[in-house]
T-cell receptor, first 113, second 117 residues
Framework: KAGVTQTPRYLIKTRGQQVTLSCSPISGHRSVSWYQQTPGQGLQFLFEYFSETQRNKGNFPGRFSGRQFSNSRSEMNVSTLELGDSALYLC????????????FGPGTRLLVL | GESVGLHLPTLSVQEGDNSIINCAYSNSASDYFIWYKQESGKGPQFIIDIRSNMDKRQGQRVTVLLNKTVKHLSLQIAATQPGDSAVYFCAENSLRVFSGGYNKLIFGAGTRLAVHP
């Protein structure tokens, strides 16, 4: 099976802009979670989508949002970008929700100037 | 809180030696633990997992030990190879505390493993 894919892999934006990142989970996986990774804060949970519904959300401002489509593909959006949003954004998928293994994609590296 | 610290400890080992990477987790109610390996420029890669009703689990060249009394997790890598060089993260999940029944991993700060020939 193909792994989790994320597009784009690299992105440069300026403050105030918005950005949309895409994630395609492993075939058959219905849960998609998003994480932000920075040198200062490490890996932090953003949100999880399962069957097109947001099931859980981390401690991030409302500028961070997401959605999931009927084919389980997911997008996350960050509006009004700030310098501190520069990070590696990781998507992880699993076949169900709960205490299960999450498989990560390669990430999208976002740089905000 | 759920944020992780700034410090990223480094473990340096000789090729062929055994490595032990330690992790102190945050919540005694955590039900599930995973170890991930992250190489430069890549996403975290699953290594091994363990549930809270177990204290040891073995995989290929890896063993995870769980000590719930002191909230400590360790990853042992046998016969460490240069390809094992990476950052290793432990992660925890608790249906009751963190996630309300869904996927939400809380990650540790990570440990960098450097394998020298």
């Amino acid at each position: 099976k193909a792994g989790v894919t994320q597009t784009p892999r690299y992105l440069i934006k300026t403050r105030g802009q918005q950005v949309t990142l895409s994630c395609s989970p492993i075939s058959g996986h219905r849960s998609v979670s998003w994480y932000q990774q920075t040198p200062g804060q490490g890996l932090q949970f953003l949100f999880e989508y399962f069957s097109e519904t947001q099931r859980n959300k981390g401690n991030f401002p409302g500028r961070f949002s997401g959605r999931q489509f009927s084919n389980s593909r997911s997008e996350m959006n960050v509006s009004t970008l700030e310098l501190g949003d520069s990070a590696l954004y990781l998507c992880a998928s699993s076949d169900r929700t709960g205490l299960v293994i999450q498989y990560f994609g390669p990430g999208t590296r976002l740089l905000v100037l | 809180g759920e944020s992780v610290g700034l410090h990223l400890p480094t473990l340096s080992v000789q090729e062929g030696d055994n490595s032990i990477i330690n992790c102190a987790y945050s919540n005694s109610a955590s039900d599930y633990f995973i170890w991930y390996k992250q190489e430069s420029g890549k996403g975290p890669q699953f290594i091994i997992d363990i549930r809270s009703n177990m204290d040891k689990r073995q995989g290929q060249r890896v063993t995870v030990l769980l000590n719930k009394t002191v909230k400590h997790l360790s990853l042992q890598i046998a016969a460490t190879q240069p390809g094992d060089s990476a950052v290793y993260f432990c992660a925890e999940n608790s249906l009751r505390v963190f996630s309300g029944g869904y996927n939400k991993l809380i990650f540790g700060a990570g440990t960098r493993l450097a394998v020298h020939p």
